[in-house]
């Protein structure tokens, strides 16, 4: 039992980075297609800082998430293994 809450946990923490870089990709392309295409150093300045702004938030939110997760894995992932296990 305790292999199977570790692999899920595991799976459940890769998915979390991988959203994590996958969403920071996505802010560096948009912010830079937005700095690319605005006239004014103003406004490069503001979506700059924004965009760190988002993406500190974000990454700060998904850290939270994986502690949570950490604290809280026995009860979560015993959970989910027993339901899955009854649904059989």
Known sequence: MEKKILRLFYTDVVAVLFFLVLAWLVMV??????????????IQ???T???LIT????????YV???HLK?????????DIQ??????
Do not use: Q, T
């Open 55 to 62: 993406g500190g938030f974000s990454s700060l939110a998904l």
């Open 29 to 42: 392309y948009v912010l830079l297609d937005l700095i690319e295409l605005s006239p004014d150093r103003a």
């Open 45 to 47: 300045i503001v979506s």
């Open 71 to 79: 604290k809280h894995r026995d009860d979560i992932y015993r959970e």
């Open 49 to 51: 800082v924004l965009c």
């Open 83 to 88: 339901n899955s296990l009854s649904l059989r």
């Open 65 to 67: 998430v994986i502690a």
